[in-house]
């Protein structure tokens, strides 16, 4: 989650900033991390109403932008017209209200098409940024969807970011699900995930809860037609 002692990537000079747009950067960080704190707040304290009202205003108020559209567009158009700095307040106001309607409304398929927007949005920043700042977020929405039926494009979404932060052991569980149901290509993924796997250093394997040994006896208790 946005947090009000977060004050944004380090946009250094080489990220194509100028001062003055620096400036309006963590002018609008701070502005919403003020936004997010009565979110939040509101959320918690069930005040629904107001807590969707101050996310509406930040989607006029602050990105200047009409929410309905927003929450409208794919996550490609959303990447393609706008800096990180706004896809990631837009990932956060994504992952406020479907909470929000799952709380008000159970579980539901709203919910479940923002969290999903969500995470993509934050897998995003986070293979943008190179940061391990949006972890949180991206595992938070996991969690959530861990009680809906996702499909499978989403399980590999969600394998790729276990892979790319490191968590071999929880990209290995996710490669096997996909395989029992029958994903595109999925032999091709295993074998190359231990290839892959099998050049690294033996620390950042067991960092990853998947040592080389488990690797070896996977690949030997593979079967043949996996391999192939």
Known sequence: ??????????????????????????????????????????????????????????????????????????????????????????????????????????????????????????????NETESKIFNKNADDIINKLEYYEINSEIEFEIYKYYFKIGLFGKAEDKLYQLSEHNYPEIKKEIKQFYEILMEKEDSELENGNLPRNEIIDAIKNLDMDILK
């Not at 380090?10 to 009565?38: C, M, S």
């Open 1 to 126: 989650m946005f947090r009000n002692d977060y004050y944004g990537p380090d946009y250094g000079p080489d990220y194509g900033f100028q001062d003055n747009d620096h400036d309006y950067i963590l002018k609008i960080i701070e502005q919403f991390a003020a936004y997010l704190w009565a979110i939040v707040f509101n959320k918690r304290t069930q005040n629904y109403d107001l807590a969707i009202e101050k996310i509406e205003e930040v989607y006029t108020g602050l990105l200047l932008k009409n929410g309905d559209d927003i929450k409208e567009l794919t996550v490609v158009d959303i990447i393609k017209n706008n800096q990180n700095e706004n896809i990631e307040i837009i990932a956060n106001l994504l992952y406020e209200e479907a909470d929000i309607i799952e709380l008000r409304n159970g579980y539901n398929d709203l919910s479940l098409e923002y969290y999903i927007k969500s995470f993509k949005l934050f897998f995003f920043l986070i």
